[in-house]
Structures are given as C-alpha cells and as structure tokens.
C-alpha cells in the first residue's frame, strides 16, 4: 500500500499543503485548521516521515541509553525511570547494550552520528578512552556512575561508600563479627568503589573480621560459585555481603543447597534493593541504591543540558538506604531510610481490617 503523504492530508481536510504542514507540525495554525487536518490525518492513516521532521527541526526527539547489562533489574528500573520523564518531554528513548569497555566507546561514538539528541550512559568500565569519546561527542550526554571530577561531565552518582557503611554497621549491630565481600570483578567502576568503601567500613569496627572474595561476574550464577568456597570453608564467616542483589541471591541459592539456614548459620546482604530481593525467601537485606531517583535524574539532567548547553555541569550524588530483610535478622521485614517501607506481619494484616 502506498503511503499516504501531507498533500493527500491537505486535500482531504481542504486546505493548502503548507497550512497542513504547519497543523501537523504544531506550528502557528487556526484551531479550525488543526482539527480540519488531524481528523484527516486520522481517517487516511497518515503517518508523518521521521526523517524528513528531523531535517527539519534539526532534532531527531530520540535519546540514547547506554547500559552494560540490559537484563540486571537495577538497570531495567533506571531505565523505566529515564522513560518516564523522557516520553513527558516529547522524546523517544532508544537503548543501546554495551559490553566492553571497548563496545562503550562504539556505542558513544555511533550514538554521536545524528542517532539521537543526547544520551545516557551507565559504563561499567570508566577508561581513557571512554572519556576521550566523551570529550568528543557532538551531542549533549550524562553518566550515569563516577568519572573524574576533572573530566567536568554532567553525571548522577550512587553512594557506595554509605552502602557499605550501613550494611557493615548493621551486621555488626547484628552481633556478625566474621565478614566475607564477596565482589564482582574488581577492576569495574562498581566494583572498585564498593571494595573501597567495605574497607572502610570494616575499619571502623576493631572487633571485626573481614576476607574477600571476587565473583567473575555480577550474576546469580557467578555468584553462587564464588560462595560455595566461602561456604563449605571450615572458618566459614557469619556473613556474606555481596557486591550486588545478583550475587547475593546467588549467595542464598548455594547456603540452601548446602543446608545452611539463613540468617542462623550465615547471614547474606545485597545492594541495589531490586524487586527480587523482597520476593525471595528469606527476603535479602539489600541497600536501596535510589535506582528510580537516579535514572529520573539523569533524564532531567539530560534535558537541561540540551536547552542550555552553555550550562555548567551538574554532579549529584544519590543517598542510599538500607531497607532489612529476614536474611540478616529472623523477624517481619523492617526498613531504614526513606527509601524504604516495611511490610505489615500476618497478625497486623489480620487486625488491620
């Protein structure tokens, strides 16, 4: 079927081809004219050339996001939140997966050749050559993660040192005086800082004992290999804090295949607060890393950037929160931080009504 162009839109509403376009393009027009014209856009089916509106406009309305794991929850809320604010502006947003560090360059580059307006990206890898292609893209952009203050990029950070303060303070309130981090790979931006900021954290408590371990990957399945040494040791820790919910539901995966009981014999923290973490059983306590208010952010910090390029660049930083679960402590879900709620018992849910 042919497609169904602006000037067959212009005969059947009665007016001329540039009055149509002007209705059809929300430019000035007479409210009589745009509904003249949007009904006959409606009845022939017209569809508008994207294309040729980009030319126009000098604007594709297309944003870029950029993500390491398309699949990991905490990236799908982030994304959820980009979109929500980014449809409200007009914009469409289009998701790009990186892997490597290598493939980050690629896609910033590629993104960079009239694809999209601005971009996204949350690299898991931060190298010089990433920053070289950022200091060269022709388009607006926002990290999402930690690059070099001296890079003066617009970014939206997470806390992780706080993440790992409050989950080390908690195991140790807890009366955990054994710890095992149990990270992804290290030499990723997320794994570093929270490496650091377990240190940190452990350094604080004189009575604590702490070992580290490195899971190859940010997984359930890495993560449930990377336990099963730190599980069947015979210095078995009490806890195991893990770099992230992936790795911590891997964690609790191969206690149960053990026999371990959690808490009892090993308690087991996440990071992120991903809507797994409230569904498994036990529930795993996990730090709320503010993945919604962090992808809202960067969308909004994105569209600033494209109405006043001129402007100075924004940092934020995101505070997290510790949101407790049955995985450290035997009880109803209790949450710490605004960022949480706790959920009802069966007996309050029962004398609720």
């Known amino acids: ?12 509403a009665g007016v001329s081809t540039a009055s149509a376009s002007r209705a059809l393009n929300g430019l000035i027009a007479s409210a009589e004219t745009v ?13 508008a050339d994207a294309t040729a509106q980009s030319l126009k406009r000098g604007k594709t309305l297309q944003l870029g996001y950029a993500v390491a794991d398309i699949g990991n929850p905490v990236y799908v809320e982030i994304m959820s939140a980009i979109e929500r604010v980014v449809q409200a502006s007009g914009y469409r947003l289009i998701i790009s997966s ?5 493939s980050s360059v690629d896609v910033v580059r590629d993104l960079s050749r009239g694809l999209v307006d601005g971009m996204i990206l949350s690299p898991l890898r931060v190298t010089d050559d990433l920053i070289a292609a950022l200091e060269a893209a022709p388009i607006p952009f926002v990290v999402l993660g930690r690059v070099p203050d001296s890079a003066g990029f ?14 080390v303070e908690h195991l140790a309130a807890e009366g955990r005086r054994s710890l095992a981090f ?13 490496l650091e900021g377990f240190r940190a954290a452990v350094a604080m408590h004189a009575d604590v004992r702490s070992r580290l371990a490195e899971a190859a990957d940010f997984t359930i399945t890495a993560g449930y290999e990377a336990a099963m040494p730190l ?8 806890a195991i804090v893990a770099a992230n919910d992936l790795i911590g539901l891997g964690v609790l995966r191969a206690a149960e295949d053990l026999g371990l009981s959690v808490p009892s014999d090993v ?21 709320d890393l503010g993945a919604d208010a962090r992808g809202a952010a960067a969308a909004e910090m994105l569209l600033a950037r494209i109405a006043d390029p001129s402007r100075p660049a924004h940092v934020l930083t995101v505070t997290p929160s510790l949101v407790v679960r049955g995985s ?3 009880q109803r879900p209790v949450a710490l931080g605004s960022a949480a709620l706790a959920t009802p018992t069966d007996e309050e849910e029962r004398t609720a009504g």
């Open 1 to 12: 079927m042919a497609r169904v162009t602006i000037v067959q839109v212009a005969e059947r």
């Open 35 to 47: 509904e003249k014209v949007m009904q006959a856009a409606r009845e022939l089916g017209y569809v």
């Open 98 to 102: 990186t892997g490597t560090a290598s």
């Open 154 to 167: 617009d970014a939206v950070r997470a806390d992780s040192s706080t993440a790992m303060r409050l989950v």
């Open 182 to 194: 149990l990270n992804g790979p290290a030499d990723t931006t997320p794994g570093a800082l929270r």
């Open 231 to 238: 599980l069947t040791a015979a210095d078995r820790p009490d």
């Open 267 to 287: 308690a087991v923290t996440g990071i992120d607060d991903t809507e797994l973490a409230a569904v498994v059983r036990p529930g795993l306590t996990s730090v």
């Open 328 to 330: 450290t402590v035997p």
